[in-house]
Nanobody
Framework: QVQLVESGGGLVQAGGSLRLSCAAS????????MGWFRQAPGKKREFVAT????????NYVDSVKGRFTISRDNAKNSVYLQMNSLKPEDTAVYYC????????????WGQGTQVTVSS
């Protein structure tokens, strides 16, 4: 059974930092793209960042560019999201995702981790 388990969320003041981790099990994702998404209360889930299988290609939503960094460790079957200079509008449940399929959507999802940024 494939599982993606996020960790590292929490409550932080504006301007602070958090590092999210996502550990995968049940399948190796070393040849697949992985990504992070988030969903704020009352809003649709939105794309945050994605990273290619090699880690050489990374893309971000404009609102986090320069503040967030996605990385991965294929030996640990894990993906990370370093979040700096956090803003209250970054408050959301953050989800990791893996295996970008032929339809352009991710196949596997984690259960999410809450990030709350206080002003």
């Amino acid at each position: 059974q494939v599982q993606l388990v996020e960790s590292g969320g929490g409550l932080v003041q504006a301007g602070g930092s958090l590092r999210l981790s996502c550990a995968a099990s049940g399948r190796t994702f070393s040849t697949d793209a992985m990504g992070w998404f988030r969903q704020a209360p009352g809003k649709k889930r939105e794309f945050v960042a994605t990273i290619s299988s090699s880690g050489n290609t990374r893309n971000y939503v404009d609102s986090v560019k320069g503040r967030f960094t996605i990385s991965r460790d294929n030996a640990k079957n894990s993906v990370y999201l370093q979040m700096n200079s956090l803003k209250p509008e970054d408050t959301a449940v953050y989800y990791c995702a893996a295996w970008l399929n032929s339809l352009g959507s991710y196949t596997y999802w984690g259960q999410g981790t809450q990030v709350t940024v206080s002003s």
